[in-house]
């Protein structure tokens, strides 16, 4: 769910003080961004600007360290993260298919958010659970032997 803008400025000082209080640290640049991540879900351009000018660091500095740790996004994620694993088990055994139907059914594809915030699908390519192939985690939950046609039930659950 999208934050208000009451919140943003609220999490935007909250910010702020962490910084503070941990800028004179060494090796901050992480923390701080970790945190920042944690409380807006991504690394808006805005909250990168924010650390590098409060670091006194260039920005691509703090840019060059998000898109090298895929910890971190640029971009705001759904409230529920969908993976559907392609590695070669759950290939083979119907994930490509599995993943389309999924991508049809929320209108979106691998790395895009739904436009009311509600679901984001990963890009996965192993998930660890091969004897269960084809897999799909939303969150935490994990789903097994998954065929096309339980996807509307798996998302219903998650509306």
Known sequence: MALTTEQIAAKTEELKAFIAEHKDTPGA????????QESFGYLSLENQ?????????????VYGVATFYSQFSLVPKGDNIIS???GTACYVKGGAQVLAKVEEMLNITSNETTEDG??????TRCLGCCGLAP????????????????IPGILAKYR
């Open 118 to 123: 509600v679901f984001t699908i990963q890009d």
């Open 84 to 86: 559907v694993c392609q």
């Open 135 to 150: 897999v799909m985690t939303i969150n935490e939950d994990v789903y097994g032997k998954v065929t096309p046609d339980m």
């Open 29 to 36: 640049l992480m923390p701080i961004m970790q945190h920042a």
């Open 49 to 61: 600007i924010l650390i590098a000018d409060s670091l006194g660091i260039p920005v691509t500095e």
